[in-house]
């Protein structure tokens, strides 16, 4: 009988009584089909703890190592279990749409998973679903491995061709957290690809600028994100004045390096050593033209960069955190991050903090509809390529805090969604309001990168 290596990966700034709760109920799935399980039974809660669990299965002995993606984590484990040599199947879940905080975000998780996956050229099965929905030809499937992801590349672009864009300056501040694949990048091919020119900056230089920030300068940010926020007197003071702080040290450095965009290391350590969201002050920097950024991903800038200058307005980088099959939609979800200008009319942008580290200042609303465009510069594969999709945003309620929107994409998301983990896509998507795809195939010949349509 098939021994498989179990790892339930979950981090604790995330609604743990609920995963505990999917993880009762995969597990009872798992063995109702007689699956012969050994490694942990409860949630593994950060790299060490996975590491030595890893470590113990492969010691133990199994035939395929299957990883339950409770809630978002890093890829560092996935990248573990890739090196084993092991068969390797995912099985991630989504969340209601509550209109709450996202209390797993799995799907995210699942994403970088096979972007790190594509890049190690590693074979895998994975499923998502719920365990109480999930059918039992497509668990049995993830248990033999017969549902592998796949690989999907792009393909030379075809017709007219726009002048090459004009080289990019990007500030990366800080660097990409570990298990980030998705941020990485090297700075020679990216020179190649489209002379843009990256400026590495110690996070710490963000702080101090943003400690010598005039009091005057804060007031006049707190006027601002008053003028466009109900609730701001309900945050904490102390926090909000930090966190707009940054905004003015953004303004700054941009003005003394003459950047286009900025790549941030947001997390942790905008919460842990500084103590303030860098999220609402990037929702300004976007607003007034200036792109970041979060998790110090350059090409995630990029990307923001190459759309905003075919939309010629304001662009939000995204993940992609729920995916729909029955109701053919998905959800996209960033903090609270998004430019006010894609705020839904019909709704009230809000001052929040943020979902898990509890700080403010984050811009909550829900995201108008109207036509979008999503891209990517992709590194998947290992191979660059823009990866490229229409969809429309609908009106619907906030899905989740923060600020997200529910998008129908145009084709079905059953359909779509095996393309989009065959990809290996970043978790990261620029997204602009319009139909772009035109002159971003124009842009893609420009730079002689492959397309990878999704739509």
Same mark, same amino acid.
């Given at each position: ?85 092991? !068969? ?69 672009? $075809? ?17 990409? !957290? ?169 709704? !009230? ?41 229409? $969809? ?19 084709? !079905? ?43």
């Amino acid at each position: 009988m098939t021994r498989i290596g179990l790892l339930p990966l979950a981090r604790p700034t995330f609604d743990m009584p609920y995963a505990e709760e999917k993880l009762a109920a995969m597990l009872a799935r798992l063995d109702a089909r007689g699956a012969t399980l050994v490694g942990s039974r409860v949630p593994i809660l950060d790299a060490d703890a996975a590491a030595a669990a890893l470590a113990e299965i492969v010691e133990t002995g199994c035939d395929r190592l299957l990883i339950l993606q409770l809630t978002f984590t890093d890829a560092g484990t996935v990248a573990a279990a890739a090196a084993t040599g092991l !068969p390797l199947s995912i099985w991630a879940v989504p969340e209601p749409r509550s209109g709450g905080r996202l209390r797993l975000n799995a799907f995210c998780g699942l994403n970088l998973a096979s972007h790190a996956l594509s890049l190690r050229g590693t074979a895998f099965a994975w499923a998502y679903g719920d365990p109480d929905g999930l059918p039992d030809d497509a668990l049995d499937a993830l248990l033999d491995g017969t549902r592998l992801a796949g690989r999907l590349d792009g393909v030379p672009p $075809a017709g007219p061709s726009d002048a090459p864009p004009r080289p990019f300056r990007i500030a990366r501040i800080g660097a990409h !957290p570990d298990g980030f694949d998705t941020c990485a990048y090297d700075p020679a091919r990216l020179r190649a690809l489209t002379g843009t020119e990256v400026d590495e900056i110690p996070l710490e230089t963000l702080f101090d600028t943003a400690g010598r920030v005039s009091g005057a300068e804060t007031a006049g940010l707190r006027d601002r994100a008053g003028r466009e926020l109900a609730g701001l007197d309900d945050v904490d003071a102390g926090q909000l004045d930090r966190s707009l702080r940054l905004k003015a040290a953004l303004s700054r450095l941009r003005e003394e390096g003459g950047y286009d965009a900025f790549a941030i290391r947001c997390w942790p350590e905008c919460f842990t050593e500084y103590g303030g969201a860098v999220c609402g002050p990037v929702a300004m920097m976007a607003e007034d033209g200036t792109p970041c950024a979060c998790e110090a991903d350059v090409y995630g800038a990029l990307s923001q960069l190459v759309l905003g200058e075919a939309a010629q307005a304001p662009v939000f980088l995204t993940d992609l955190v729920d995916m729909d099959a029955e109701d053919d939609s998905a959800v996209i979800w960033h903090c609270g991050q998004a430019p006010l200008s894609m705020r839904d009319p019909d709704a !009230p942008a809000r001052a929040a903090i943020h979902s898990n580290r509890r700080m403010p200042l984050l811009y909550q609303f829900p995201l108008r509809p109207g036509r979008v465009t999503l891209m990517r510069v992709s590194q998947s594969h290992n191979e660059p390529k823009m990866i490229l999709a229409g $969809a429309e945003m609908l009106a619907r309620p906030l899905a989740f805090s923060g600020t997200s929107g529910v998008l129908r994409f145009d084709r !079905p998301v059953a359909s779509l969604l095996p393309d989009l983990i065959a990809a290996g896509a970043e978790h990261h998507m620029a997204l602009a309001y319009s139909d772009h795809q035109p002159a971003l195939r124009r842009r893609a010949a420009a730079l002689g990168l492959p397309l990878l349509e999704l739509t």
